[in-house]
């Protein structure tokens, strides 16, 4: 990535993500609590992980599927987001020796 | 702007300031082990030392950070790196929104530089703290400059590790972030009644990744799950 393309997308996102700090704040209250509006917003930043795994285990194979089943038991066991990656990328460089 | 009188930062020891601050700390221990995970990948991807550094400060937002450089090198224009950056993140008007009757004393330009200090480990500290007793903004502001602290120094440092390998796919590091998204969406699963939504978005995005360019498949697919989640409720 250029320079100047870099910086725009790191100002950008800057200025996006402190605009949604910032509305939360000035709107305060008004926010709905209950309702369609909350439930939606409460389930987005985990269907947003889900939409961003699937496609990339699909297209590491089947030993992406080993890995992220890996994953998702050393996370649940430790609860140590880093042991867990270290774990993934570890079986799929394994798995990806080629007497599998 | 106009600042209420007494309100400045107290950073003494008796201050909520410290109190914030030091009640952060085994958080930012957590901070600190993804910060030099997360570091060592921007390294991987090509981001230089000053351009992190800007991004620490100015995104200030882990899942932010991770989703702009997991595309860094995907070739999306810049807008649709910054709109996915924002819609994971807009669970943040949910937490600022909570922590708006703190705000109360000061004017717009003393809510403005303290309201970028909300992440969502000091945020969950303070108002963990606020069931029990009464506190003040500045107990937000001491754990936001913990966590910031934290994140900072360890993404740097972990920046200076990196080491760019001659064949990454042989250390499977392609799957890196993969990996590590995976870890993460793990700690957003809230259980059973996530089955149905996550199906959606999963089964969405696998479609838009197929036939829409660029990062469709993360919007398509995170807003399509979310709309799940809202409406099966509806139906109960």
């Given at each position: 990535?250029?320079?100047?393309?870099?910086?725009?997308?790191?100002?950008?996102?800057?200025?996006?993500?402190?605009?949604?700090?910032?509305?939360?704040?000035?709107?305060?209250?008004?926010?709905?609590?209950?309702?369609?509006?909350?439930?939606?917003?409460?389930?987005?930043?985990?269907?947003?992980?889900?939409?961003?795994?699937?496609?990339?285990?699909?297209?590491?194979?089947?030993?992406?599927?080993?890995?992220?089943?890996l994953i998702v038991l050393v996370t649940?066991?430790?609860?140590?987001?880093?042991?867990?990656?270290?774990?993934?990328?570890?079986?799929?460089?394994?798995?990806?020796?080629?007497?599998? | 702007?106009?600042?209420?009188?007494?309100?400045?930062?107290?950073?003494?020891?008796?201050?909520?300031?410290?109190?914030?601050?030091?009640?952060?700390?085994?958080?930012?221990?957590?901070?600190?082990?993804?910060?030099?995970?997360?570091?060592?990948?921007?390294?991987?991807?090509?981001?230089?030392?000053?351009?992190?550094?800007?991004?620490?400060?100015?995104?200030?937002?882990?899942?932010?950070?991770?989703?702009?450089?997991?595309?860094?090198?995907?070739?999306?224009?810049?807008?649709?790196?910054?709109?996915?950056?924002?819609?994971?993140?807009?669970?943040?008007?949910?937490?600022?929104?909570?922590?708006?009757?703190?705000?109360?004393?000061?004017?717009?330009?003393?809510?403005?530089?303290r309201v970028h200090l909300v992440t969502?480990?000091?945020?969950?500290?303070?108002?963990?703290?606020?069931?029990?007793?009464?506190?003040?903004?500045?107990?937000?502001?001491?754990?936001?400059?913990?966590?910031?602290?934290?994140?900072?120094?360890?993404?740097?440092?972990?920046?200076?590790?990196?080491?760019?390998?001659?064949?990454?796919?042989?250390?499977?590091?392609?799957?890196?972030?993969?990996?590590?998204?995976?870890?993460?969406?793990?700690?957003?699963?809230?259980?059973?009644?996530?089955?149905?939504?996550?199906?959606?978005?999963?089964?969405?995005?696998?479609?838009?990744?197929?036939?829409?360019?660029?990062?469709?498949?993360?919007?398509?697919?995170?807003?399509?799950?979310?709309?799940?989640?809202?409406?099966?409720?509806?139906?109960?």
């Amino acid at each position: 990535m250029s320079n100047s393309k870099a910086v725009a997308v790191v100002l950008l996102s800057a200025l996006f993500v402190y605009s949604i700090r910032f509305f939360g704040l000035a709107l305060g209250k008004r926010l709905p609590k209950t309702g369609f509006f909350k439930r939606a917003m409460d389930a987005l930043p985990g269907t947003i992980f889900a939409a961003l795994v699937f496609p990339g285990l699909l297209a590491a194979g089947w030993q992406g599927l080993v890995a992220a089943g890996l994953i998702v038991l050393v996370t649940k066991k430790t609860g140590n987001v880093m042991l867990a990656m270290l774990t993934g990328v570890a079986a799929v460089a394994l798995l990806r020796i080629p007497v599998f | 702007m106009r600042e209420t009188g007494g309100k400045r930062l107290n950073l003494k020891k008796d201050g909520e300031f410290y109190k914030g601050f030091r009640a952060s700390v085994p958080t930012g221990l957590g901070v600190l082990t993804y910060g030099l995970v997360f570091g060592v990948l921007c390294a991987e991807t090509g981001l230089s030392f000053p351009m992190l550094a800007l991004m620490n400060m100015a995104v200030f937002s882990g899942s932010a950070q991770t989703l702009i450089v997991g595309m860094w090198n995907g070739g999306f224009p810049v807008w649709q790196m910054a709109v996915a950056a924002a819609v994971i993140n807009v669970r943040y008007f949910l937490l600022t929104a909570a922590v708006a009757p703190l705000m109360e004393p000061y004017g717009w330009f003393g809510r403005a530089w303290r309201v970028h200090l909300v992440t969502d480990e000091n945020w969950a500290i303070t108002m963990a703290e606020w069931r029990k007793r009464e506190v003040t903004v500045d107990h937000l502001v001491g754990g936001g400059v913990c966590v910031g602290l934290f994140w900072f120094f360890s993404v740097m440092v972990g920046h200076s590790l990196g080491f760019t390998l001659e064949n990454p796919e042989r250390y499977a590091l392609d799957f890196a972030f993969t990996a590590l998204f995976t870890a993460l969406a793990v700690n957003m699963w809230r259980g059973g009644k996530d089955i149905f939504p996550w199906l959606v978005s999963a089964g969405t995005a696998s479609l838009a990744w197929r036939h829409l360019p660029g990062a469709w498949y993360v919007l398509l697919g995170g807003i399509a799950g979310s709309v799940a989640a809202a409406l099966m409720k509806e139906a109960e």
